[in-house]
T-cell receptor
């Protein structure tokens, strides 16, 4: 079974621009979660989607948004980029079974100049 | 509150055992996880333990759980240079009926000859 895939792997943007990141979960997984990883703040939860609905949201400003499609693929969008948005964005999927074990993709490295 | 704590750095000699420690806060966490992150990569699930277990062994990995003290440890036997990475401890937190992962800051394991 293929793992979680994320595209693109690397991205360079300038302040004020917007960006869309994509995540394809493991086949059969219906839950997708997004995390931001930075050296200063570590791994922080952004949001979680299940069956095209956002069920859970972390403490991030409204510039961060996401959506999930009927095939469980998910996208996250960051508008009006700031320098502090430079980070590794990780997507994880789970089957929503007993353990809710999350499997991570390789991440998208976003650099904001 | 949501807080998972880990020591930040551990250095061991190749062939020795490594022990990475973690304390968590939510006594109702049902599952606790260990993830490994190599440079430039996403998070790889190493193992997890159900909260009603004291110990779980998987090849070179041994997880010990002290639920009374909310203490989790990961022991890596016969540590190799390929084990050099950042290791994250995570607990499941029930957030309004839905689960989210809370991560520690990660322990950087350095293995030297």
């Amino acid at each position: 079974k293929a793992g979680v895939t994320q595209t693109p792997r690397y991205l360079i943007k300038t302040r004020g621009q917007q960006v869309t990141l994509s995540c394809s979960p493991i086949s059969g997984h219906r839950s997708v979660s997004w995390y931001q990883q930075t050296p200063g703040q570590g791994l922080q939860f952004l949001f979680e989607y299940f069956s095209e609905t956002q069920r859970n949201k972390g403490n991030f400003p409204g510039r961060f948004s996401g959506r999930q499609f009927s095939n469980s693929r998910s996208e996250m969008n960051v508008s009006t980029l700031e320098l502090g948005d430079s980070a590794l964005y990780l997507c994880a999927s789970s089957i929503q079974g007993e353990t809710d074990t999350q499997y991570f993709g390789p991440g998208t490295r976003l650099t904001v100049l | 509150g949501e807080d998972v704590e880990q020591s930040l750095f551990l250095s061991v000699r190749e062939g020795d055992s490594s022990v990475i420690n973690c304390t968590y806060t939510d006594s109702s966490s049902t599952y606790l996880y260990w993830y490994k992150q190599e440079p430039g990569a996403g998070l790889q699930l190493l193992t997890y333990i159900f909260s009603n277990m004291d110990m779980k062994q998987d090849q070179r990995l041994t997880v010990l759980l002290n639920k009374k003290d909310k203490h989790l440890s990961l022991r890596i036997a016969d540590t190799q240079t390929g084990d050099s990475a950042i290791y994250f401890c995570a607990e499941i937190l029930d957030s309004g009926g839905y689960n989210k992962l809370i991560f520690g800051a990660g322990t950087r394991l350095a293995v030297h000859p």
